[in-house]
């Protein structure tokens, strides 16, 4: 019996052994290549450091052990990744050798109707389904759903100020109250759908939206380091957002669709909804600019991921950074003063607050939500004389890029007069990446300016933000995520 149990111990010992050599066999990759690659865990690679660290203090310091190089290699997990630090060379690939990095890379396959979001897509259903998209973010498009923005807005004024009126501890935690109303946004804009997270944070609409850009850390590591397990997994059924998730986004979208069709209300709600119905596929269509609806469902959720979380970010960050440094909010609302003067903000008279464009493009700069950008390269590629093989990823790190002080004076500092219409042109354009570049950049980035403007002009138009007891700056960022970690801490004081 007791050689059984021995035979058994040896047999998991090897497999063990067999498990760690195969995550790092890939980790020669960059030494043949003769790049530059940091010394990586046997088991982690470079991901171990980012799980001690940080993974924004890891893309910074490993990026600063480059100066003077093009390019550097990393690991994740067993994952070779080429990281792109000079500008010229990004534009080369995001730009003119785009036909050989049209994808992003994918970890595991995601469920319908996930798998048909615009992000995940590739080659040319990706270049099908964002030709419709772009049609559907027109300026005329995009200024009936300013609509949708503005009474949003004024319903989180009103409770900002019944807030303050009811006499409690008036400190705001800005991420917390910012990403309600984002997410109330996302619903009516998006869905059709009126809900007030600010006040009912319960609802059954946050609670899967929340759901569905939480993706286990269990998963999530696991996709890192032995991506074949979730395929394994999945064909278990196992998934990667919960059924529950996704049956109540495909339910609901469809309902709203079919209601719609039946008062003869589609295409008048000006919704997001409605651009999609719009385009969707009529039985026996050949068109090819038509939509399926399982397309339909998918362009629905990147909405929800991509829109929602994103812009509560940058958000809250501007709010805090105006708090914090008081000389440049009041430059903001002087000019919102003489620009708009007494009127509700909306689509036309925001257009001339360069100021708050410059203090928005500033927090992206220190703050950008897709601080890691990638693609997969399609063919052998040489590029400013790097060979680049089929199927390697090779991302710009963004984070970094914005904080290299070769591009950038004082490069931690915030300081909107960077964007000045005098200085714009002393920083390469592609050393700043908020919304990526070329044909795969964000598609909603117009979408998403518009939103941020509205809401931040409605709020300082009726507060100042202040710091409180509670503001911790500089800020220090969570270690996986682009969070505060002591939180965003105001004040606001009623302005007059
Ligand atoms: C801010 O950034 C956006 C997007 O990158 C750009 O279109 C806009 O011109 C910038 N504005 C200023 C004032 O730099």
């Given at each position: 019996m007791v050689w059984i149990f021995l035979l058994l111990v040896l047999l998991l010992v090897i497999l063990a052994i067999l498990f760690v050599f195969s995550v790092s066999a890939s980790h020669d990759t960059f030494q043949k290549m003769n790049i530059d690659s940091p010394p990586a865990s046997r088991?982690?690679?470079?991901f171990g450091a980012a799980l001690k660290k940080g993974i924004f203090t890891t893309q910074l310091e490993i990026y600063n052990l480059y100066k003077d190089k093009k390019v550097y290699g990393t690991y994740d997990g067993c994952h070779p990744v080429l990281n792109i630090k000079d500008p010229d060379m990004i534009k080369e690939i995001m730009v003119k050798s785009f036909n050989s990095f049209v994808n992003r890379r994918s970890f595991f396959d995601l469920d319908p109707p996930f798998k048909e979001m615009l992000v995940s897509l590739k080659d040319d259903q990706w270049k099908h389904v964002r030709k419709i998209m772009s049609r559907t973010f027109t300026s005329g498009q995009i200024k009936r759903m300013s609509k949708h923005m503005e009474r949003k807005s004024q319903q989180l004024v009103d409770l900002l100020h019944r807030k303050q009126e009811s006499?409690?501890?008036?400190?705001?935690?800005l991420k917390n109250i910012i990403s309600c109303f984002t997410l109330d946004v996302i619903a009516s804009v998006g869905f059709g759908v009126e809900i007030s997270s600010m006040e009912n944070p319960d609802n059954p609409f946050a609670v899967h939206a929340k759901q569905s850009i939480n993706l286990s850390p269990l998963l999530l590591s696991l996709a890192f380091f032995a991506p074949w397990s979730l395929t394994l997994l999945q064909k278990a059924g196992v998934s990667t957002i919960p059924k529950a998730t996704r049956e109540y986004f495909t339910k609901i979208i469809d309902a709203a669709i079919e209601n719609r069709k039946e008062e003869g209300q589609a295409g008048k709600v000006n919704d997001f909804l409605d651009l999609l119905i719009n385009s969707e596929e009529e039985s026996g269509q050949t068109e090819k600019y038509y939509l399926t609806r399982s397309e339909i469902h998918g362009q629905a959720l990147v909405f929800i991921l991509a829109g929602y979380d994103t812009i509560s970010t940058v958000l809250s960050f501007t709010l805090f950074l105006l708090t914090v440094h008081p000389e440049y909010c009041q430059i903001v609302q002087k000019e919102m003063d003489e620009?708009?003067?007494?009127?509700?903000?909306?689509y036309d008279n925001i257009q001339g607050l360069t100021y708050m464009d410059m203090c928005l493009n500033e927090t992206m700069r220190l703050y950008?939500?897709?601080f890691f950008i990638d693609r997969v390269c399609a063919e052998d590629t040489t590029v400013h004389g790097i060979q680049i093989p089929k199927n390697m990823v090779v991302a710009f790190p963004v984070y970094a890029l914005h904080r290299d002080p070769e591009f950038w004076t004082e490069p931690d500092k915030f300081q909107?007069?960077?964007?000045s219409a005098e200085n714009k042109d002393s920083h390469h354009p592609y050393a700043y990446l908020p919304f990526g570049n070329?044909?795969?950049?964000?598609?909603?980035m117009r979408l998403a300016l518009m939103e941020l403007k509205i809401a931040l002009s409605y709020i300082l138009k009726d507060f100042t933000p202040v710091t409180c007891e509670k503001t911790v700056y500089p800020i220090k960022l969570k270690k996986l995520q682009l969070i505060a970690e002591d939180g965003l801490w105001v004040k606001l004081s009623a302005r007059k």
């Open positions: 088991l982690l690679g470079h006499n409690d501890d008036d400190d705001i935690e620009k708009i003067g007494n009127e509700s903000p909306n950008p939500p897709a909107p007069e960077r964007f070329g044909p795969r950049n964000c598609v909603g």
